[in-house]
C-alpha cells in the first residue's frame, strides 16, 4: 500500500517490490508461524515436524502460482494466514490433535481454488472490509497483551472479522 503510494515502480523500475512484498508475507505470513507451530506444542511432538513442513511446503506452493493473486483482487486458494491462524489456535488452548488438523486441513485449502478476498484491494466492500480489519487489528493487539490469559468475550468477538472475511470472500467470489 505504502509503495503504491509512493508510486516506486516508477521512481524505481529496476527493483521488483512485488517480490519484495511476496518475500517479507512469506516470512511473516508463513515461515515464522511454522516455526512456532514446530516448537510451542501447538500440536503433537511427533506432528510437529510434518506439520509445520506441509504450512511451508503449500504455502510455497500457493505464492509461487501465477494466479496466486488475481488481476480482480482475489488470493486463490487459503491465502496463508497462518500467522492469524496460529494466534488463534495459541490463545483458544484446543488440543494438540485438533490444532494439527486444523493446520494440515488449511494446507490443503491452498491447493483448492477458491477465491479470497484480497482485503485491502477488493473493489466492493473495501470500506467496510478495511475499517473491520483496523478494529480487529486493535482488538488482536489489546489480545497479545492480555496474553496468556485473554478475556473470552474479547476472543469470541475477535472472531467476528474472520468470519466476515471468509462470508464476503466465498459469497463474491461465487457471484464470480
Known sequence: MFARA???????????????????DYLTYVFVPAVFVWRSLLVPDGWAVPVASAMVLSSAYGFNQDAA???????????SYWNIVVFYLYVLHEAQVINAIVLLALAVLVFV??????PSRTPRW?????????????VLLVM???????????????LVFPIYYVVLSLVVGWRR
Open 144 to 158: 497479545l497483551w492480555q496474553l496468556p490469559a485473554v478475556s473470552p468475550a474479547l476472543l469470541w468477538g475477535s
Open 113 to 118: 481454488p477458491i477465491r479470497y478476498v484480497y
Open 69 to 79: 493473486k488475481t488481476p480482480d483482487h482475489f488470493f486463490t486458494g487459503f491465502p
Open 6 to 24: 509512493a508510486d516506486v515502480k516508477r521512481r524505481l523500475p529496476w527493483f521488483n517490490g512485488a517480490k519484495l512484498d511476496d518475500i517479507v
Open 126 to 138: 473495501r470500506r467496510v472490509t478495511v475499517a473491520l480489519g483496523i478494529a480487529w487489528g486493535i
